[in-house]
């Protein structure tokens, strides 16, 4: 008798197979998902990215100058007799700064002032000289003019005698002869006595220039023994002061510098990459410690030293109460104006014209790393160029530990 046995299939294989199959699966899930991980948001600065109109500013450094500056210098060599005024005083025109000490001028100075007066009373004796001279010879005019009145009065009597049948017609051609005579004379006389005074004032001329260029030449050095005392020239204060007491200068030697304390101009320095957009013109904010002047960019130097170039600024209206040549200042100068522009508040982590790596909001909690990049900072705004849209949420800070992940969770407080 043959029996057929039924064969059970084993299931024991296939829940083998399924538990293999779901390890491996969760084990590719584990590979392929991301380990997201949580920050609270305390810990994290959320920064708004706002659209709008956007004023760029150039923030430069730097600090006030004079705008009048005046050179001492030695207008005739001397030694440094007195010192008045120190560096940081304040001065006005007449001031006295120091007294510089020459003898040999001040005896050339009474050298030339006798030789002067020598040369005033040679003038006005040669004056006088001339004076006589130019009688006599009018004497000699005049004698011969009262010759001619002879001679034609002694004509005048011939002819009456001649009328009357006394006088010679020879005596009254010798008496008409002497008549001409004397008015060639007195002709010729006058012409002489007119180059003769031309000639007195050629000379009296001449004597004059001489007298004048020794006036001249007291009178410079009068004006330099007077500049033996060094004044200020204008108000403001000694910035410095080039000598000691006791010491030689020669002529034209530099011996300080005065500047000005209400006239000043600020100088700023411009980051170079900005120069090129700053206007002659430009409106510019410069601010102290105790306050802010506006003024407008006066002109922009081509050099370029250590990354800045300098660019003068003057300044209009009333200055802050602590401002002094040399002082500090912060400027910021207009650049342009950004029609719909794209900018985030200024904050620490957040560089401008860079290009950095920022996890931003993209909603329920999450953000994603993305590239952003930033140009210019202006007035406490960085202008946003690419990787962000408006509205949108960037947080300011990068850790080290975030940069491994695309995404991160936010968790909100409560």
Not at 181 to 206: G, I, N, P, T
Request: glycine fraction near 8%; proline fraction near 3%; aromatic fraction near 4%.
């Amino acid at each position: 008798m043959q029996i057929n046995l039924e064969k059970k299939s084993s299931k024991r294989g296939w829940y083998m197979a399924a538990g293999v199959g779901a390890l491996l699966a969760l084990s590719i899930y584990s590979l392929n998902s991301e380990n997201i991980p949580s920050v609270s948001a305390s810990e994290v600065q959320l920064l708004a990215v706002e659209q709008g109109n956007m004023n760029l500013y150039s923030q430069a450094f730097g600090e006030f100058f004079s705008a009048e500056e005046r050179l001492l210098t030695a207008q005739s060599m001397g030694k440094v007799a007195m010192i008045y005024q120190r560096p940081g005083a304040s001065v006005k025109a007449d001031t006295p700064i120091l007294l510089l000490a020459n003898p040999e001028l001040q005896q050339e100075v009474s050298h030339e002032q006798g030789e002067l007066l020598r040369q005033q009373a040679a003038l006005a004796s040669f004056e006088l000289e001339q004076n006589n001279d130019k009688l006599d010879f009018e004497g000699q005019v005049a004698d011969i003019a009262s010759a001619l009145e002879q001679a034609e009065m002694e004509l005048a009597v011939l002819i009456e005698l001649k009328d009357r049948g006394v006088s010679a017609s020879l005596d009254i051609k010798r008496a008409e002869l002497d008549v001409k005579l004397q008015k060639r004379r007195l002709e010729f006389e006058k012409q002489k006595l007119v180059q003769f005074m031309e000639m007195q004032a050629l000379q009296l001329q001449q004597q004059k220039i001489e007298v004048q260029q020794q006036e001249q030449r007291v009178a410079l050095l009068q004006t330099q023994l007077q500049d033996l005392q060094i004044t200020a020239g204008i108000e403001g204060t000694l910035q410095s002061l080039d000598v000691e007491l006791g010491q030689n200068v020669p002529q034209g030697a530099s011996l300080g510098k005065v500047g000005s304390d209400s006239k000043l101009l600020a100088r700023l320095r411009v980051p170079q990459h900005q120069a090129d957009q700053i206007q002659l013109g430009a409106d510019v904010l410069v601010q102290t410690r105790k306050g802010e002047v506006k003024g407008k960019v006066n002109r922009v130097e081509s050099v370029v030293t250590n990354g800045t170039v300098l660019a003068e600024v003057g300044l209009e209206g009333e200055l802050p109460a602590d401002a002094r040549p040399a002082m500090s200042v912060t400027g910021q100068i207009f650049l342009q104006s950004l029609q719909q522009a794209l900018y985030v508040a200024q904050a620490p982590g957040l560089r401008p014209r860079s290009q950095l790596q920022r996890f931003v909001m993209t909603g329920e909690g999450l953000a994603e790393q993305r590239t952003i990049e930033l140009g210019d900072i202006s007035q406490g705004h960085l202008q946003v160029l690419s990787g962000l849209q408006a509205n949108e949420q960037v947080i300011a800070q990068m850790p080290e530990q975030w940069a491994s992940h695309q995404k991160i969770q936010i968790e909100q407080k409560g």
